[in-house]
């Protein structure tokens, strides 16, 4: 059982009002009579992450939907643009988004909280634990062999420093 409705709503709206603060965007209140589910079309710009092995986009968009279960279940994500990733389904295979963020969702977690998780995941994924498509395993492997790479060279005394 989920909460009472105008609270509810009262809560998707504070939601949204601090995920237009944070994106800087004026998404509207969802009016109190709503139809579930709510979806909240979401586009990330000047955000780079791979298209493929040789392209990256900069422009990426993902649907956050929403039941009557909201805050007690953790929305559902869903990739809506082109990505080889590991850890996000291109479209096509269900765009379904593997955030750590949704792992540990609770009462007190939020949408900001989700998109901060999704910026992360597109800087920094993780392929040591893909998704089983074809696409993220390919990705799984990329990402595994052309991660940056260290040298590293200590000098002392009248060394070169």
Excluded: Q
């Amino acid at each position: 059982m989920g909460l009472v409705r105008p609270i509810l709503v009262k809560r998707i709206n504070n939601e949204i009002h601090d995920l237009n603060r944070y994106l800087g965007l004026s998404i509207s209140d969802i009016p109190e009579d709503a139809e579930f589910p709510i979806i909240l079309s979401v586009s990330l710009r000047n955000s780079p992450a791979k298209t493929s092995e040789t392209e990256v986009a900069r422009e990426h968009g993902f649907d956050l939907v929403l039941s009557e279960e909201y805050p007690f279940e953790r929305p559902r994500a869903r990739w809506k643009t082109d990505i080889f990733h590991p850890n996000i389904m291109m479209p096509g295979d269900g765009g379904f988004v593997c955030v750590k963020t949704l792992d540990n969702w609770s009462f007190g977690s939020n949408m900001t909280s989700f998109v901060m998780g999704v910026e992360n995941l597109l800087a920094d994924p993780n392929p040591m634990s893909p998704y089983g498509t074809d696409s993220c395993i390919r990705a799984s492997k990329w990402y595994t062999e052309n991660r940056p790479r260290f040298d590293a060279k200590v000098s002392y005394g009248d060394g070169d420093a």
